[in-house]
C-alpha cells in the first residue's frame, strides 16, 4: 500500500473567535467533553501524525459540512427537509456556515491520493454562507417561505440543554446539542490550500441544493403532514411567498 488518505473533519480546526476563515493552521478551540465528535477525530489526525513519523504516506482531507444527494442518514439533509416542512417557522440565528457537494468531497480524495502531500491536512469547502444567506437559499430551492423567525443567542445553551434532554428519553431531534450551541458562531474555513493543489470544487452549492432535494423528494424523505401544510397556507396568507 503506498498511500493511505484519511478523512477526517474540519471540525477538528478552529473556529476562530472572530468569525474569520480557519486554514489547516488553526487549532481546535472546542473543549473536549462538550464536542467529543471533533476531539475524537483530532486524536486520530494524532496517530496518523506518528504514522507519518514512521515513514507511511499519509494524507488527510478536512471536510466541511457536506450536502449532496444519497445522504440516506440525513447527516445535513436537515437543513432542506426542516425548512420545506416549517419554511418561515424555521428559527434562524446569527452566525455561519461551510459547505461542500458530497462529489466534489469524493473528487478531492482522489486528488490527494494522486497529488497530496505526504502529512498534509487540506481543508475540502466550497463557499462559506451566513445562516440567513445559507437557509434563505435553500428556500429558494425547495418553494418555501424564507425562514424569518430570529433566535436570540442566549437562547442557543437552553435549546441544548432540551436537546440533551429530550435524547436521553429516546426521543430524537433534527439536531444534536453542539449544533445547537454553535448555532450562533460564524464557523468559517478558507479552502485555498486544497483548491490551489487540487482545483477549485465543480459543482455550486445551489446547484447542489437542487439535485439534494430532488433525491430527497424522489426517495420519499418530504414530509406532507399537517404542520409542512400549515407552515405552507400560513405563509400564503402572510403573503410570504
Do not use: C
Not at 464536542?35 to 483530532?42: I, R, T
Not at 478536512?62 to 449532496?68: D, E, F, H, I, L
Not at 466550497?126 to 437562547?155: C, H, K, L, Q
Amino acid at each position: 500500500m503506498r498511500r493511505v488518505v484519511f478523512t477526517s473533519s474540519a471540525a477538528t480546526i478552529g473556529p476562530r473567535d472572530d468569525g474569520l476563515p480557519a486554514d489547516e493552521n488553526e487549532p481546535l478551540h472546542l473543549p473536549p467533553n462538550r464536542f467529543p465528535y471533533a476531539h475524537s477525530k483530532l486524536q486520530a489526525e494524532q496517530v496518523v501524525a506518528e504514522a507519518v513519523e514512521q515513514g507511511q504516506d499519509v494524507v488527510t482531507v478536512n471536510p466541511v459540512v457536506v450536502m449532496g444527494p444519497g445522504d440516506l442518514n440525513m447527516i445535513s439533509g436537515t437543513f432542506i427537509t426542516q425548512i420545506k416542512r416549517f419554511q418561515w417557522l424555521v428559527p434562524i440565528t446569527n452566525g455561519g456556515i461551510s459547505v461542500i457537494d458530497v462529489r466534489d468531497v469524493a473528487r478531492y480524495h482522489l486528488a490527494a491520493a494522486a497529488r497530496g502531500k505526504t502529512g498534509e491536512r487540506y481543508i475540502l469547502m466550497t463557499a462559506n454562507y451566513s445562516n440567513r444567506d445559507w437557509f434563505n437559499m435553500i428556500a429558494e430551492v425547495v418553494g418555501a417561505a424564507r425562514p424569518r423567525i430570529p433566535a436570540p443567542r442566549f437562547m442557543l445553551p437552553v435549546t441544548a440543554f432540551a436537546i440533551d434532554a429530550l435524547r436521553a428519553v429516546g426521543l430524537s431531534t433534527p439536531i444534536d446539542s453542539n449544533q445547537a450551541r454553535l448555532g450562533g458562531r460564524y464557523i468559517y474555513f478558507d479552502g485555498s490550500k486544497a483548491h490551489v493543489a487540487f482545483g477549485s470544487p465543480r459543482i455550486d452549492m445551489q446547484q447542489s441544493l437542487r439535485d439534494t432535494y430532488q433525491w430527497y423528494a424522489e426517495h420519499g424523505y418530504i414530509q406532507e403532514d399537517f404542520i409542512a401544510r400549515f407552515a405552507a397556507r400560513s405563509a400564503r396568507l402572510l403573503r410570504m411567498t
